[in-house]
Every structure is written in C-alpha cells, then in structure tokens.
C-alpha cells in the first residue's frame, strides 16, 4: 500500500512538471537565459543611425528572416553559417568602423553571441548590440 502511494505521488509530480519542461523547450530560444549585455556594449538605434557611414550593421538572425527584411545595407552574419559568413563580412570591415549586431528582439541571444564572436575570434573593437533588436528598429521607421 504505502509503495503504490509513493508511484502515485512521483507520477503526480512527473505529470505536474510537463507543462515547465514543454515551455522551457518552446521557449529556449526566446527567454534570455544569459546575465545582460554590459550597457557599455549596447546601443539604441537612435545612437547607431547617427553614426551614419561609420557604422556597419550586422544581422545575426537566420537567413530567412535576413532575406525577408532587414536593416538597409546590413550583412547577414549568423551562428548557424558563422565559417562561411565571416570570410564575406570581414572586407567591409576597418578599424574606425562601429559593428552594430542585431538580432529580433531584446530577448534574443544571437546578437549577443555573435558580437562576442567577432569581439574575441575576429578581434574586432567597437562592437555593439543594438537594444531592443529589429523590433526596436521596425517601432523607429514609423
């Protein structure tokens, strides 16, 4: 008796920890699960329009958001084509350019990881993460 209580409550709780196990799943990639970017590494699209021709936007989304829009004149540089990317991008590049990375939303992790990748692989200065991703940039075009 007491061993089939014990298989029920281990089945309750099993069955009561689905739902949390599904949305961590559903969501993994839209929950930021990472400590914040250091505000010293993040710019608004105010201040990145600004810099005009001595910025270079980059976009770290997938490529089919890429090619269904995008910042004007941004290069697609992403995780899932980093080798293949990064060869294309790096030409554009010099020193007294400002790397503006962004990807869909604040909540969103790519543009992050790839503005480390080009901080610490490529050894690039004056990388930045746009605040608030393609969302904030579509709410600044109105």
């Known amino acids: 008796?007491?061993?089939?209580?014990?298989?029920?409550?281990?089945?309750?709780?099993?069955?009561?920890?689905?739902?949390?196990?599904?949305?961590?799943?559903?969501?993994?990639?839209?929950?930021?699960?990472?400590?914040?970017?250091?505000?010293?590494?993040?710019?608004?699209?105010?201040?990145?329009?600004?810099?005009?021709?001595?910025?270079?936007?980059?976009?770290?989304?997938?490529?089919?958001?890429?090619?269904?829009?995008h910042v004007p004149g941004a290069f697609s540089l992403n995780e899932d084509r980093w080798n293949e990317l990064l060869p294309q991008f790096l030409p554009n590049w010099s020193p007294e350019k400002k790397v503006v990375v962004y990807c869909s939303a604040e909540s969103c992790n790519a543009a992050r990881d790839v503005a480390k990748r080009l901080r610490d692989e490529a050894q690039l200065k004056n990388v930045f993460v746009l605040q608030g991703g393609w969302e904030e940039w579509l709410k600044s075009r109105k």
Do not use: H, N, T
Request: hydrophobic share 50%.
């Open 1 to 69: 008796m007491k061993l089939r209580a014990v298989r029920q409550a281990l089945l309750l709780i099993a069955l009561a920890c689905l739902p949390a196990i599904g949305q961590a799943i559903y969501f993994r990639d839209k929950v930021s699960w990472q400590s914040p970017i250091p505000p010293s590494e993040l710019v608004g699209v105010d201040q990145a329009r600004a810099w005009g021709d001595s910025a270079i936007w980059v976009d770290a989304r997938p490529d089919e958001e890429f090619a269904r829009d």
